[in-house]
């Protein structure tokens, strides 16, 4: 079952990139496993899935052990500062930075353990108050703020539009953040990477992302079904 969605994912994937002229290998498939046991994990990476997400730093800690060591899990949730050395040690993205705070506290636990860690900035874009993330407004002066965190490699920008029933909906919200993150590489506020990341896209929106320019889509239900 989770192979198989895997496989249809993977067919969307194609054909919304081929509609948007881009190449599939540029999008990268998050398999968003939070609630779902170590041993879903294991099965969609028989069938070739790598990265993991999750929203719970225990679940990452505890499935980690459980899941073969080639897995790779980026945190999609929120995190609090006095969780930030379990998801250093563990995590191989953070894809939800919106703090300076967080940011020193995780710059600090990666300095201990003497590693970097990839990290994309959690954007509000649609300024809902429901949302965790940085405004548009306020991100320019955390990435900048950021990027004085030697340990902490800023890759791009993730976000999460408000829910609605119809996810054209959502299409303004990911071209505004591609819009944004084209801004601050223009001024050079990405120095690690040659074109930024763009986290953005689930289940019921991943087609439309692509064609907005998501290079990372984040896609739960529609690989593992409804969560436990
Ligand atoms: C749960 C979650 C997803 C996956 O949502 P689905 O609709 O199940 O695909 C993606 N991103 C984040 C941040 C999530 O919390």
Do not use: W
């Amino acid at each position: 079952m989770i192979a198989q969605n895997i496989q249809i994912i993977k067919k969307k994937i194609s054909e919304a990139a081929q509609k948007a002229e881009r190449q599939p290998q540029d999008i990268k498939l998050v398999a968003v496993s939070k609630h779902f046991s170590a041993d879903s994990i294991r099965e969609a990476f028989a069938a070739g899935q790598i990265i993991f997400g999750e929203n719970y730093i225990q679940e990452v800690q505890t499935k980690k052990e459980l899941v073969p060591a080639e897995a790779v899990f980026h945190f999609i949730g929120h995190l609090q500062s006095n969780k930030a050395k379990i998801a250093a040690e563990t995590c191989d993205m953070i894809e939800t930075l919106d703090s300076f705070k967080l940011g020193k506290a995780l710059n600090s636990q990666l300095e201990n353990l003497n590693k970097s860690l990839d990290i994309l900035i959690q954007i509000n874009i649609a300024n809902d108050p429901q949302k965790s993330g940085v405004t548009a407004n306020d991100a320019e002066k955390l990435l900048i703020e950021i990027n004085e965190l030697t340990r902490l490699r800023v890759c791009g920008l993730m976000t999460m539009p408000p829910l609605v029933a119809n996810p054209e909906l959502s299409r303004l919200h990911f071209r505004n953040l591609r819009i944004l993150a084209e801004k601050f590489a223009s001024k050079n506020l990405f120095p690690h990477v040659s074109t930024p990341e763009l986290s953005m896209g689930m289940s019921d929106d991943f087609h439309i992302a692509i064609e907005e320019g998501a290079t990372i889509i984040r896609v739960g239900t529609a690989i593992f079904g409804h969560r436990p």
